[in-house]
């Protein structure tokens, strides 16, 4: 009798990548119009898998992001300013493959101009995502017309950075989610939550999805307070996104 076990080992099948199925199409003397399609193909499956890298990287961004102290002193409190916020966070958005860019557009003239801040992230592998809020000049003070339009881009470039980026400083915890801006970041956060929970796969574990769930718990909680539409999107897309688990 044979006491030799013999192993059988099953070769790993994996499902063909648009790229792969271009390859093939190629050698078989596939026609122009075809083989075009099957670029579209590529492009859209690329498109889909960045976007699903840019989500794992602003998590894992959220999770190792540290505390930003409050180093200025405002008018009635202190709070983080733009460059010490850049400070702390800068090295983690590197390790995390991400950066950031802004745009800046104004209309009106003068005192009543508007300001429109953009913050665009984009992940190494070329996914972006934005956020953008306006304002008037700053007025306060004594400031010139020149030196309040620098203090208002500046103050809509540290928010809408926050608010893409779905983190606070230590200022802005205890009522970081009052007034327009507050709840622009809250809702700006609940659809990144939404996008996230909206990319999960089958190739993805409850773990994970729990712990995206986790991580926006006190958003969720204010949400669930004064934006009860926008929670009932979460929840609709965390249950969806445990359906495709299942």
Known sequence: MNNIVKKEETALVQTPTPMDMIQMAVQQGTGPEQLGQLMD???RWEAKQ??????IALSQFRKECPDIEKDKDGHNSKYATLSHTLDTISQTMENCGLAHNWTTETSGRQETTEIKVTCIITHINGHSESSSLSAGIDTSGS??????LGSTVSYLERYTLYAVLGITSKDMD?????????RHKLKEHIRGLCNELGAITEKDTMEYLNGLWKDSKKELKQAQLDLPDFYQSAEDSKNN???RLE
């Open 41 to 43: 193909l590529q492009d």
């Open 143 to 148: 400031m010139s017309i020149i030196q309040g």
């Open 174 to 182: 205890k009522d970081g989610w009052q007034g327009p801006l507050g």
């Open 241 to 243: 996104a445990k359906m």
């Open 50 to 55: 960045a976007k699903r890298d840019f989500i």
